[in-house]
């Protein structure tokens, strides 16, 4: 769990926890416990994802994956910890339990992760749908939560809902575009097999723009937060 959870992380998801507290005109702080719970889930999915029955590697981060480090059935189980005691972190909160529970799992990221093994994705909209299970909801649920944790009024957390909504697209496009020399690139579930390059790029810019407006209405508590959508606008890790 330690290996995994203090691998070298970008902390994305914590951070829009914190940052969309504070642009909810909340605390960052009132949001710690949620940014741990989401990296805590976050992380677990990573580690099962690497597992030989989904995408098999065995490397994550420049070190080894979980199970390659300490065996399948560890990571199975560091993995399964990491998942149980996000929600111990967060079980005081119900609304965060509920998000949680709701974006994590077959609704959320679990179901979008089913859609990915299953694999045959025919077109851009079927993409679109699940991606933002598998990795959007997660994303999204991250911003949201920090609001909810803030106790912010609920005209802010919506907009940051559908600011949510936007960063977790923006966020598959741009993980595509830096996948784009590897062979994922080819298969069905990435952007780069139905769009060009530079159509990826275009759609890139303009859910980054579309994601900015909607941070317009939260005016400059959400200075930060804008400011991160421009790092993973442009981001190259
Ligand atoms: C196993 C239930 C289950 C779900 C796995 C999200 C996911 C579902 C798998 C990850 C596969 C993947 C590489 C998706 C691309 C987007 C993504 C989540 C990238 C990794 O997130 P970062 O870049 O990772 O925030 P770091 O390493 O910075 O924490």
Known sequence: MRYALFGGGKRIRPQLAMLGAEAAGGNA??????????????TYSLIHDDLP????DDMRRGRPTCHR???????????????TEAFAVIAQDPALTALLAQAAGGQGMVGGQVSDVKGKIKNLSELERMQAAKTGALIQAAVMGGAIASHAPSMRIEVLQKFGRALGLLFQLTDDLLDADQDR???????????????VLERRDTVADEARSFLAHLGSAAAPLLELTGRIQKRNQ
């Not at 702080?29 to 976050?42: D, K, L, N, Y």
């Not at 480090?69 to 998942?83: C, K, Q, V």
């Not at 069905?188 to 097999?193: K, M, R, T, V």
């Open 29 to 42: 702080t009132a949001a710690i416990p949620w940014a741990m719970a989401i990296e805590m889930v976050h």
């Open 53 to 56: 029955a989904m995408d098999n």
């Open 69 to 83: 480090a300490f065996g399948e059935a560890n990571a199975i189980l560091a993995g399964d910890a990491l998942l």
């Open 185 to 199: 690139a080819r298969d069905s579930n990435s952007f780069l097999h139905h769009m060009s390059a530079e159509k």
